[in-house]
């Protein structure tokens, strides 16, 4: 991450600069995401996918499902009303990059005030001249574990 990306970071600003939403480079997303996630940013969140993206589940024991970004977002809001704590940690990221495409494999570790998910998210990106965008997010929960909440 260059020394203006993380400079934004520290100042609280999101990152996304363009008037379009685009973001600068898929190194910032590896920040970016998790943090407008956890802080319940979802409008800013959600700038960051492009405007026709989906997001997929994996989870074992249910039936995998697809739908558009904007179809997922209202359950992901009313689940951050829900719980006073919402935090998405990532950690042994890995970005694949290829020209204009881009991977980010991250495992998660998603608290709230009940429970604790971890799993692996998978992002898809495209960038152009413009920047970059997540064309899609699936992601795959592994584990899900009660705590106490006394």
Not at 6 to 18: M, P, T, Y
Not at 122 to 138: E, F, N, P, Q, Y
Request: one cysteine or more; glycine letters at 6%; charged letters at 30%.
């Amino acid at each position: 991450m260059d020394n203006a990306a993380k400079n934004r970071l520290k100042a609280g600003l999101s990152g996304v600069d363009h008037p379009e939403g685009f973001f600068q480079s898929p190194e910032l997303l590896v920040d970016l995401y998790p943090r407008l996630f956890s802080e319940k940013r979802f409008t800013e969140w959600r700038q960051l996918f492009a405007d026709k993206a989906v997001m997929a589940r994996s989870e074992a024991g249910t039936e995998a499902w697809v739908e558009p970004i904007d179809a997922a977002l209202p359950e992901q809001e009313e689940y951050g009303e829900e719980n006073s704590r919402f935090e998405e940690l990532w950690f042994n990221t890995r970005i694949e990059r290829s020209g204009n495409i881009a991977v980010i494999f991250a495992n998660y570790r998603f608290t709230v005030d009940h429970e604790v998910r971890e799993g692996v998210d998978v992002l898809t990106l495209i960038g152009d001249a413009r920047g970059w965008k997540i064309v899609s997010l699936v992601y795959e929960q592994h584990a899900l574990r009660e705590i106490n909440c006394e």
